[in-house]
């Protein structure tokens, strides 16, 4: 305390310092500790710490493929305490995965007990599973105990861990990767091993290689879950080049015939990361909503692989058509996005491509030879100094006796001894002279001096003579191998090609889980079929009520018959239909609405509301209902007396939300919806003013507020319809009879006038029908 005091035996008044900076120093420290030690994998062996720490501590707990499980509670707290002060169940979470078959191409622990399953289904605690390393993973390790990396001091400086493991593999693209840091991340998909050997070995053979013809060995992704890629080759060749891209997976399918011409489509691979039972849940919803009306029913028949069964609605939907609407509306297809973000030399963050990151890989790999030959060279250095004191020994084996029996320091007697000389073996101690310190004679080291002192006497025989002399050639000329391995840069890629074959044949076509599991095909898109085409044709009466509860009567029926309501409700629209006709709704928003007659519920009850089969607003009212017919024009206007000419077929909507068509303003409320039947308009107002023009007076548009078809000084729009002028306007009088006005030359005018007063007997309702 006393050291910060000033002269005056104060306290130093505290330094300033901005704000900015201090949050700026201490976020970049954030930050940077998650990119270098959380985030992103290091290129050289595709780990992150905690995985690497994992199996680090898996091999000191000496946990072998060929040997024992242990409980995993073990494992995850050894990796918690000396390597990874983190939470355990994170740590743990991240060892499960390394056990998944279905989320590793290539698992790195061998698990025993549940350990979660593609349905999304967690692992079970720790303390009910156990673990061990596969041969993957300790082909990840080979040659820790040969100086092949460096090592650090763990978090607390009692013990030393692994900065990277010497990977025998590129593990990064093997496996994959995925992760988020601060302001970056990385998503990699994992490959097949015997594919990324090949173009290792031809970046061996070719280093000025160039990417796309990497793409020759590389095709693409192969994930663990299999399925087909329907990405194009360049796209594929285009993101491995900038090491940015996606890639579009499909589901594996394949029509099941059924007895009577019936069949079903059974799904056996779906894709990577997808949870089989969220998919499912997917389905099942399109399938109540109808947004695929083709598809019936959803089962899953899965046992310890995959088999989703996909029932048809009928039998004469086309198996393509019916698939081609699930890959865009469910998980089925998915795109897979690729980011090569990674640590180069496990400092710098780079966006890589394919051949800088397999070429990072192969000069660690380079690395890895030679700082594992060098150690190779010490130790056989070592060896040879030893096997030199030995042989000494044996050559000199009566001198060597009477100076560990009769001196008092016999380790330095050896090394002072000039074992040049001749001796004779004393035969008592009172014959044992001391040597005299050699005058530039050849004595021993100590490393030879102890290795003497510690031999035992059976070693004492001529057989293990001539097998010192033996092994003392032996390492010699490894020695000598090794240094023009050292020396040589041929020597050295020449090795490491001779390592990565060794690697495809243990881990390729012939393993298990060697083959290729993701297959490559074209994307087909199946052309959109008309829903008439997929859908049987059947006669409907469709009726909505007032309330706007809808529902499909089978058959044609009596359009008069009295059927049942809610109580307070009753009939509106009614009509004769079919199957495979649609709906359009138009709203008193402005918004036509499309909806499929096949989805219509049946007759049997009430109905169901119309605003569960499409987006129609509470507040909104249902304006006109009625079928959908191609190239009809429509007449649709506002309470304020704006209107305009449409096509239907401008107003089908394709989304649930509808399609808006008359804009409105204020507090108008669209209220006319009609088809064109003839050359003239008729408006009739609220102030029950008439004024007929010719249709060509309105403007046909696709959207918009549309034209004034009336003058007002109050009220507004109460009815518009269209009509030959030369039959006449007919409406019905209040007695039900039907009237016709042939002479209209008193109501003729010009569009936006204010007309004239209605002919006598015109209905109150001041409407034409």
């Not at 605690?125 to 993957?136: D, I, K, L, Q």
């Not at 007695?735 to 004239?756: I, M, N, P, S, V």
């Amino acid at each position: 305390m006393t050291d910060l005091l000033d002269e005056n035996g104060d306290l130093p008044a505290p330094t300033a310092e901005p704000l900015r900076r201090a949050i700026g120093e201490r976020y970049l420290t954030y930050a940077l500790s998650t990119i270098m030690h959380r985030a992103l994998p290091d290129a050289r062996d595709g780990l992150k710490p905690v995985h690497r720490r994992i199996l680090y501590a898996m091999r000191e707990l000496r946990l072998a493929s060929t040997g024992g499980f242990r409980k995993s509670a073990k494992i995850s707290g050894d990796v918690m305490g000396n390597y990874h002060p983190h939470g355990d169940a994170a740590i743990y979470d991240a060892m499960a995965r390394l056990a998944q078959d279905f989320a590793v191409r290539y698992p790195l622990v061998d698990g025993q007990g549940n350990f979660g399953n593609i349905d999304g289904d967690n692992p079970a605690a720790s303390r009910y599973t156990e673990a061990r390393m596969t041969a993957v993973a300790e082909a990840m390790l080979e040659g820790l105990d040969e100086n092949a990396v460096d090592f650090r001091p763990n978090y607390d400086g009692t013990l030393t861990e692994p900065v990277v493991l010497p990977a025998r593999f590129p593990n990064l693209l093997a496996n994959g990767a995925s992760g988020i840091a601060v302001g970056m991340a990385t998503n990699i998909p994992p490959h097949n091993i015997v594919e990324l050997v090949d173009a290792c070995l031809h970046l061996i053979k070719t280093p000025d290689a160039r990417d796309d013809t990497l793409l020759n060995h590389i095709p693409g992704p192969d994930f663990p879950t299999g399925g087909v890629i329907v990405e194009p080759a360049e796209t594929i060749a285009q993101a491995y080049r900038t090491g940015r891209g996606s890639f579009r997976l499909r589901a594996q399918w394949e029509r099941e015939e059924l007895p009577r011409g019936q069949w079903q489509v059974v799904v056996t691979e779906i894709p990577y990361q997808v949870q089989k039972s969220k998919l499912i849940e997917k389905i099942a919803e399109l399938i109540q909503t109808k947004k695929v009306p083709v598809l019936a029913d959803v089962r899953d028949e899965s046992a310890d692989d995959i088999r989703l069964v996909l029932e048809p609605r009928s039998r004469n939907v086309d198996p393509d058509v019916m698939m081609g609407m699930l890959f865009r509306n469910s998980d089925l297809e998915v795109r897979f996005p690729l980011n090569m973000n990674v640590l180069i030399d496990g400092v710098t963050p780079r966006v890589c491509s394919l051949k800088q990151v397999l070429r990072a890989f192969l000069d660690f790999r380079r690395e890895v030879l030679i700082r594992r030959a060098r150690h190779r060279v010490e130790k056989i250095d070592h060896r040879l100094e030893v096997l030199e004191g030995l042989i000494v020994a044996f050559l000199n084996l009566d001198r060597v006796i009477d100076i560990i029996r009769y001196d008092d320091a016999p380790k330095a007697a050896l090394m002072r001894e000039d074992w040049g000389r001749d001796f004779t073996r004393a035969t008592s101690e009172d014959d044992y002279v001391s040597p005299p310190p050699a005058e530039g004679g050849d004595g021993l080291s100590e490393v030879q001096a102890d290795a003497i002192l510690n031999m035992r006497l059976r070693s004492l025989r001529r057989l293990e003579e001539m097998a010192l002399i033996k092994e003392r050639d032996d390492l010699m000329a490894e020695r000598a191998n090794l240094e023009d391995l050292l020396d040589s840069e041929d020597l050295q890629w020449r090795r490491v090609a001779e390592q990565l074959r060794e690697v495809r044949k243990t881990f390729g076509k012939d393993d298990p889980g060697g083959a290729r599991r993701t297959r490559f095909a074209e994307a087909v898109e199946a052309e959109d079929v008309p829903l008439e085409a997929m859908i049987d044709r059947e006669p409907i009466t469709v009726v909505c009520s007032r309330m706007g509860w809808i529902r499909a009567m089978t058959g044609h029926i009596d359009l008069n018959r009295q059927l049942k309501f809610k109580d307070g409700d009753g009939p509106r629209f009614m009509f004769h239909a079919e199957t495979t006709d649609r709906l359009l709704v138009f709203a008193s928003t402005g918004r036509f609405h499309t909806v499929p007659a096949a989805n219509l519920p049946g007759g049997r009850g009430m109905g169901e509301p119309l605003r569960l089969l499409t987006d129609l607003p509470n507040e909104a009212e249902i304006v006109e209902l009625f079928i959908h017919r191609p190239g009809r024009k429509l007449l649709v206007a506002s309470d304020a007396g704006d209107g305009f000419l449409v096509s239907e077929d401008e107003v089908v909507a394709q989304k649930r939300a509808g399609k808006q068509v008359l804009n409105l303003k204020g507090d108008a409320r669209a209220k006319i919806c009609k088809p064109v039947t003839g050359d003239h308009v008729a408006v009739v107002g609220e102030n029950r003013k008439v004024l007929v023009f010719p249709v060509d007076e309105l403007p046909e548009m696709a959207r918009g507020k549309g034209v004034r078809l009336q003058r007002y000084k109050d009220g507004g729009l109460s009815d518009v319809t269209t009509f030959d002028l030369a039959e006449g306007l007919s409406w019905k009088d209040p007695a039900g009879r039907t009237r016709t006005e042939t002479d209209l030359t008193e109501w003729l005018g010009k569009r936006a006038t204010a007309g004239r007063m209605a002919p006598r007997g015109f209905p109150r309702d001041n409407r034409f029908t």
